[in-house]
């Protein structure tokens, strides 16, 4: 028997932050595997354009939507918009982040940290709310949440961007479990270093070369790129996940050698 080649046809997926770097790589996976996607974005109406145009060539459905996803108001707008133009929404990658100032918590006031957890924690928070209802109603819901390797690695200068992820882990494993009776999988997905703008300001933050000059020091030979993530995601997404949830998975590689990002400075 011929596996699907579309396994994700008739899903309605939400990709936010998908108009550059991981998002961008979720949102064209996802799409190929024959999900509509809404590919959600902040500032950036090219990148995302640019996207939607990449999944229409490739004969997939795709629409770009603005909404910063610490603005409730925002979100809720676009979650109408998205029902209204491709349907309820029934796999939410919630992906969307920008990094922290990089200062040590002896420099850092209350107002970083709550820029931060609205973002990466309250934010996503309010979209799941909102898509709750079709989530719930759907045959399948997910939920894919973005994390980040650096919860468990916790670099000095880092506190307020892995608070905000820590916070969100423990978010999503509780939605795991609450959500379980209404046939709804939340996993989250720790990458460590992936090649994107964000990527390189990091590695430009702690003072390392570029990552093109770190592949050699990785696991594999190379720096995850933004399909490594993406795969694992659509897998999450899958059937052949429809087993998992409240899991995490790390696609880090292992692990460097020698941990070479310290700080999650932009
Ligand atoms: N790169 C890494 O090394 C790495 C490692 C671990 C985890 N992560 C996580 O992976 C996710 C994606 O990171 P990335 O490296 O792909 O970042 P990136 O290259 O900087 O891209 C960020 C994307 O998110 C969007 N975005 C940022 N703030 C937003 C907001 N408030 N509302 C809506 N969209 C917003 C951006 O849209 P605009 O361009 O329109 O602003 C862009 O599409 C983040 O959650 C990040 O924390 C990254």
Do not use: C, W
């Not at 090649?195 to 594999?220: K, N």
């Amino acid at each position: 028997m011929s596996r699907n080649a579309t396994p994700l046809t008739g899903r309605i997926a939400l990709v936010t932050g998908g108009s550059r770097g991981v998002g961008r790589a979720i949102a064209t996976r996802l799409a190929a595997d024959g999900a509509a996607v809404a590919v959600n974005y902040r500032r950036d109406a090219g990148a995302a354009e640019e996207v939607v145009a990449g999944i229409a060539a490739e004969g997939g459905t795709a629409v770009a939507y603005r909404a910063s996803v610490d603005d409730e108001a925002a979100v809720g707008a676009m979650v109408q918009r998205i029902r209204a133009d491709l349907g309820p929404v029934d796999l939410l990658v919630s992906n969307a982040g920008t990094a922290s100032r990089g200062t040590p918590i002896a420099d850092t006031e209350e107002q970083e940290y709550l820029r931060l957890l609205r973002v990466h924690t309250l934010g996503p928070l309010a979209l799941i709310r909102a898509l709750l209802p079709g989530l719930r109603a759907a045959a399948r819901g997910d939920v894919i949440v973005m994390s980040s390797a650096i919860v468990e690695t916790t670099p000095a200068g880092g506190a307020a961007y892995t608070m905000a992820k820590a916070a969100m882990e423990t978010a999503a494993r509780t939605l795991a479990h609450e959500e379980r009776p209404h046939g709804v999988r939340v996993n989250i997905v720790a990458p460590g270093l992936v090649a994107t703008d964000m990527g390189e300001r990091l590695v430009a933050a702690s003072g390392a070369p570029a990552i093109a000059d770190l592949d050699a020091r990785y696991p594999f030979g190379r720096v995850a790129r933004p399909e490594d993530v993406a795969g694992v995601v659509a897998f999450l997404a899958s059937a052949d996940a429809d087993y998992l949830t409240a899991q995490r998975i790390l696609v880090d590689g292992g692990g460097p050698d020698v941990p070479i990002v310290a700080v999650p400075g932009r």
